[in-house]
């Protein structure tokens, strides 16, 4: 139930709204305010507050298309983007 109202939250609260995409770190704050919840007021209150204090620090996180246009509008993300055959690894090129 808690997940299912932190969730709401999320799609309708700008406060709470930065841990959209945390989907694992809601999972454990929601656990930490379950053990340290001290009957000191509504528990729903409380995990409402935790969430809003503990998202300050959180950064939105940004997705994009890699069908999406770059400047032009000529070249897609998709375009720029190749894998280092020596290491693995993704690199964006600009």
Same mark, same amino acid.
């Given at each position: 139930?808690? %997940?299912?109202?932190?969730?709401?939250?999320?799609?309708?609260c700008?406060k709470?709204?930065?841990?959209?995409?945390?989907?694992?770190?809601?999972?454990?704050?929601?656990?930490g305010?379950?053990r340290?919840?001290?009957?000191?007021?509504?528990?729903?209150?409380?995990?409402?507050?935790?969430?809003?204090?503990?998202?300050?620090?959180?950064?939105?996180?940004?997705?994009?298309?890699l069908?999406?246009?770059?400047?032009?509008?000529?070249?897609? %993300?998709?375009?720029?983007?190749?894998?280092?055959?020596?290491?693995?690894?993704?690199l964006?090129?600009s």
């Amino acid at each position: 139930m808690a %997940r299912f109202t932190v969730d709401e939250w999320i799609e309708r609260c700008p406060k709470i709204s930065r841990w959209k995409g945390y989907e694992y770190l809601i999972q454990k704050r929601i656990e930490g305010c379950v053990r340290c919840y001290r009957y000191s007021g509504s528990f729903i209150g409380y995990l409402f507050k935790t969430l809003e204090y503990a998202g300050r620090g959180l950064r939105p996180i940004v997705a994009y298309s890699l069908d999406d246009s770059l400047y032009s509008g000529q070249e897609k %993300r998709s375009d720029k983007i190749a894998q280092d055959s020596a290491t693995g690894e993704i690199l964006i090129f600009s």
